[in-house]
Nanobody, 114 residues
Framework: QVQLVESGGGLVQSGGSLRLSCAAS????????MGWFRQAPGKQRELVARITGYGSPTYSDVVKGRFTISRDNAENTVLLQMNSLKPEDTGNYYC????????WGQGTQVTVSS
């Protein structure tokens, strides 16, 4: 069974940076599309970035130009480099192959202060 573990969140000032990491078990992770999702206070979970099994990224409009998603298939990890952070980026960040494809992990909290 695939298990997802997110890490790297924290408290950062507006304009700062964080790097999130997602570690996943299972052979399927090697070629499966993976995404980063976030759930902000008072909002539904939303997709912020996605990367194909072979490394092609896409981004939501609100993070494009600020976030970079990458992966290392050999290490079964997916990274999200977050730059120029804004208070509206605050939320709990999760990785998954899609909305509910696997059981959601605990997520990692990102808090951006003004």
């Amino acid at each position: 069974q695939v298990q997802l573990v997110e890490s790297g969140g924290g408290l950062v000032q507006s304009g700062g940076s964080l790097r999130l990491s997602c570690a996943a078990s299972g052979k399927m992770f090697i070629i499966t599309d993976m995404g980063w999702f976030r759930q902000a206070p008072g909002k539904q979970r939303e997709l912020v970035a996605r990367i194909t099994g072979y490394g092609s990224p896409t981004y939501s409009d609100v993070v494009k130009g600020r976030f970079t998603i990458s992966r290392d298939n050999a290490e079964n990890t997916v990274l999200l480099q977050m730059n120029s952070l804004k208070p509206e980026d605050t939320g709990n960040y999760y990785c998954n192959a899609g909305p509910g494809t696997y059981n959601w992990g605990q997520g990692t909290q990102v808090t951006v202060s003004s």
